[in-house]
């Protein structure tokens, strides 16, 4: 079992729409949890960093982390074609060991 | 330089040949990594650098590959005699500093390496 899990999809919704991506995970030395948007051909870049449990939004996203069910989320609200890209969840134990899931393909159609 | 800056950005090689993989990271950041990624198969932890020393090595998956760091910035992954599984993307990475704390990891574009 790895110890991040993350459906890869691919993901497709409409313009306008709410996406809904979650990662969950089976080691509860994570401390810090991070979503990175990776566009084609390019590097991760990082989304959102939060390290306990409850929401953050920024902007269009909300990122939520359950540590007791050990689940984390990203929402993009009114979702725009420009957020078409790999997703990925990345988790810091607290031994500066970073995991990250296998990534979310979302395509956004105008 | 403004961001991580990886070469070369795509090389085919014959199975057999020996490949460099180059990084350049931001100036000033002390760690340094290196990702695999395969299709679908997320982000691989190859090798961690905090300054010119690998603490943390255990991601290499074995050893035809190996990494060196000089002067505290440039660093070189070497994959010996190249098979076809070694085929994936090589992503470099560098942070201000190997903390919980202050994990953001700024990453180059990678190195399709394709290996015939």
Same mark, same amino acid.
Not at chain 1, 84 to 93: G, M
């Given at each position: 079992?790895?110890?991040?899990?993350?459906?890869?999809?691919?993901?497709?919704?409409?313009?306008?729409?709410?996406?809904?991506?979650?990662?969950?995970?089976?080691?509860?030395?994570?401390?810090?949890?991070?979503?990175?948007?990776?566009?084609?051909?390019?590097?991760?870049?990082?989304?959102?960093?939060?390290?306990?449990?409850?929401?953050?939004?920024?902007?269009?996203?909300?990122?939520?982390?359950?540590?007791?069910?050990?689940?984390?989320?990203?929402?993009?609200?009114?979702?725009?074609?420009?957020?078409?890209?790999?997703?990925?969840?990345?988790?810091?134990?607290?031994?500066?060991?970073?995991?990250?899931?296998?990534?979310?393909?979302?395509?956004?159609?105008? | 330089?403004?961001?991580? /800056?990886?070469?070369?950005?795509?090389?085919?090689?014959?199975?057999?040949?020996?490949?460099?993989?180059?990084?350049?990271?931001?100036?000033?950041?002390?760690?340094?990594?290196?990702?695999?990624?395969?299709?679908?198969?997320?982000?691989?932890?190859?090798?961690?650098?905090?300054?010119?020393?690998?603490?943390?090595?255990?991601?290499?998956?074995?050893?035809?590959? /190996?990494?060196?760091?000089?002067?505290?910035?440039?660093?070189?992954?070497?994959?010996?005699?190249?098979?076809?599984?070694?085929?994936?993307?090589?992503?470099?990475? /560098?942070?201000?500093?190997?903390?919980?704390?202050?994990?953001?990891?700024?990453?180059?574009?990678?190195?399709?390496?394709?290996?015939?």
């Amino acid at each position: 079992q790895k110890e991040v899990e993350q459906d890869p999809g691919p993901l497709s919704v409409p313009e306008g729409a709410i996406v809904s991506l979650n990662c969950t995970y089976s080691n509860s030395a994570f401390q810090y949890f991070m979503w990175y948007r990776q566009y084609s051909r390019k590097g991760p870049e990082l989304l959102m960093y939060t390290y306990s449990s409850g929401n953050k939004e920024d902007g269009r996203f909300t990122a939520q982390v359950d540590k007791s069910s050990k689940y984390i989320s990203l929402f993009i609200r009114d979702s725009q074609p420009s957020d078409s890209a790999t997703y990925l969840c990345a988790l810091i134990s607290n031994d500066y060991k970073l995991s990250f899931g296998a990534g979310t393909t979302v395509t956004v159609r105008a | 330089g403004a961001g991580v /800056s990886q070469s070369p950005s795509n090389k085919v090689t014959e199975k057999g040949k020996d490949v460099e993989l180059r990084c350049d990271p931001i100036s000033g950041h002390t760690a340094l990594y290196w990702y695999r990624q395969s299709l679908g198969q997320g982000l691989e932890f190859l090798i961690y650098f905090q300054g010119n020393s690998a603490p943390d090595k255990s991601g290499l998956p074995s050893d035809r590959f /190996s990494a060196e760091r000089t002067g505290g910035s440039v660093s070189t992954l070497t994959i010996q005699r190249t098979q076809q599984e070694d085929s994936a993307v090589y992503l470099c990475a /560098s942070s201000l500093a190997h903390s919980l704390s202050n994990e953001k990891l700024f990453f180059g574009s990678g190195t399709q390496l394709s290996v015939l």
